[in-house]
């Protein structure tokens, strides 16, 4: 019954109640056990009503089980998926086009927010990672790189710590990121901070805080929202103070960087509203899906209200995913 629920208010926007459920869904049962159903559901903190004499809507949790029940998504319809096909398949020569496009599709298919966010591959290697002492509570991180460079960068320690242990989060350090790729290093660094405990995830941490400037965290952030331009039934975000502060989010980009960075561990993640963990986006429902192209790994996402078309989303960021595997990215 929960499905039904969420379907028809995705679909209207209005609360729903047990005649509009059996209208619309064609259901069998009377109105009353269907009233009884909405009840039990809405006490177990499913639905809820937004007044007192107003059908019912679905909640965060409510929303959560009805993601969490999906299963397979049905495939993206044939017109949808050829301009997908129109507007992503060609060769590009510079990610950052691809970043743009790739987010001003998603918000005009979806109407909601197109997110993109890609990691172009740098093709240098950590040869190794060393840090030379200048003074009791700093030193110089000097970070050798294959084929042929060096970053260095200056740290502050907290303490004075024992030049073993400086020696030893070294090589603790070295073993986690020496052989791989520049732009998967940030990610190794966090990781080993977070099974890490002690003086040497202190001093990991200090070189974890350079990482902008020592790594360049090659993260390029593009999103859409062309919904201010159109006629959209859409409750939510007719919200001026909504708006306001998904823009002046959207406006801080080291936040996003920061909310979506940590998805690339799935390859599809949905977060609906306070589980964002952002106050201004507690609003929301967040669905990113992570994607290799050439030259290239990165996040498809769409930003809308909790009230989306989960199945429509999922189905188009598969579609783009793949459509991005096969693009080339370069200058012949």
């Given at each position: 019954?929960?499905?039904?629920?969420?379907?028809?208010?995705?679909?209207?926007g209005e609360p729903?109640?047990s005649?509009?459920?059996?209208?619309?869904?064609?259901?069998?049962?009377?109105?009353?056990?269907i009233?009884?159903?909405?009840?039990r559901?809405?006490?177990?903190?499913f639905?809820f009503?937004?007044?007192?004499?107003?059908?019912?809507?679905?909640?965060?949790?409510?929303y959560r089980l009805?993601?969490?029940?999906?299963g397979?998504?049905?495939?993206?319809?044939?017109p949808?998926?050829?301009?997908?096909?129109?507007?992503?398949?060609?060769?590009?020569?510079?990610?950052r086009d691809?970043?743009?496009?790739?987010s001003?599709?998603?918000?005009?298919?979806?109407s909601?927010?197109?997110?993109?966010?890609?990691?172009?591959h740098?093709?240098?290697i950590?040869?190794?990672?060393?840090?030379a002492r200048?003074?009791?509570r700093g030193g110089?991180?000097?970070?050798?790189?294959?084929p042929?460079a060096?970053?260095?960068?200056?740290v502050?320690f907290?303490?004075?710590?024992p030049?073993?242990?400086?020696d030893?989060?070294?090589?603790?350090?070295?073993?986690?990121?020496a052989?791989h790729?520049?732009e998967?290093v940030p990610?190794?660094l966090?990781?080993f901070l977070?099974?890490t405990?002690?003086?040497?995830?202190?001093i990991?941490?200090?070189?974890s805080?350079?990482?902008?400037?020592?790594?360049?965290?090659?993260?390029?952030l593009?999103?859409?929202?062309?919904?201010?331009?159109k006629?959209?039934d859409?409750?939510?975000?007719?919200?001026?103070?909504?708006?306001q502060?998904?823009?002046?989010?959207?406006?801080?980009?080291s936040?996003m960087?920061?909310?979506l960075?940590c998805?690339?561990t799935?390859?599809?993640?949905?977060?609906?509203?306070?589980e964002?963990?952002?106050?201004?986006?507690?609003?929301?429902?967040i669905?990113?899906?992570?994607?290799?192209?050439?030259?290239?790994d990165?996040?498809?996402?769409?930003?809308?209200?909790?009230?989306?078309?989960y199945g429509?989303?999922?189905a188009?960021l598969d579609k783009?995913?793949?459509?991005?595997?096969?693009?080339?990215?370069?200058?012949?």
């Amino acid at each position: 019954m929960l499905r039904h629920v969420v379907d028809c208010f995705v679909a209207t926007g209005e609360p729903v109640s047990s005649r509009m459920l059996k209208s619309r869904c064609r259901l069998a049962e009377s109105t009353a056990h269907i009233r009884s159903i909405l009840h039990r559901l809405e006490d177990l903190g499913f639905l809820f009503k937004p007044h007192v004499s107003a059908g019912r809507v679905p909640s965060d949790r409510g929303y959560r089980l009805y993601v969490d029940q999906m299963g397979t998504v049905d495939a993206l319809s044939r017109p949808l998926a050829e301009r997908v096909q129109r507007r992503i398949g060609q060769d590009w020569s510079d990610v950052r086009d691809v970043m743009a496009i790739t987010s001003q599709l998603l918000g005009e298919l979806t109407s909601y927010m197109g997110l993109s966010m890609g990691v172009k591959h740098s093709r240098s290697i950590v040869e190794r990672l060393e840090i030379a002492r200048l003074q009791p509570r700093g030193g110089l991180v000097v970070l050798t790189l294959i084929p042929d460079a060096v970053r260095k960068v200056y740290v502050e320690f907290s303490k004075d710590y024992p030049p073993s242990t400086v020696d030893r989060a070294v090589q603790l350090i070295n073993e986690r990121v020496a052989g791989h790729p520049l732009e998967k290093v940030p990610e190794r660094l966090e990781a080993f901070l977070r099974e890490t405990a002690g003086m040497e995830r202190e001093i990991a941490g200090a070189v974890s805080r350079e990482a902008e400037y020592l790594f360049d965290w090659p993260y390029d952030l593009r999103y859409y929202y062309g919904g201010q331009d159109k006629q959209i039934d859409m409750q939510e975000l007719g919200d001026p103070r909504i708006l306001q502060n998904l823009v002046r989010l959207m406006g801080e980009r080291s936040i996003m960087l920061n909310a979506l960075k940590c998805r690339f561990t799935a390859d599809v993640s949905i977060t609906i509203g306070k589980e964002n963990r952002i106050r201004e986006l507690e609003p929301f429902a967040i669905v990113t899906r992570r994607f290799q192209a050439a030259e290239c790994d990165g996040l498809l996402g769409v930003l809308g209200p909790t009230r989306m078309t989960y199945g429509l989303v999922l189905a188009l960021l598969d579609k783009t995913a793949e459509e991005l595997q096969h693009i080339h990215i370069g200058d012949d």
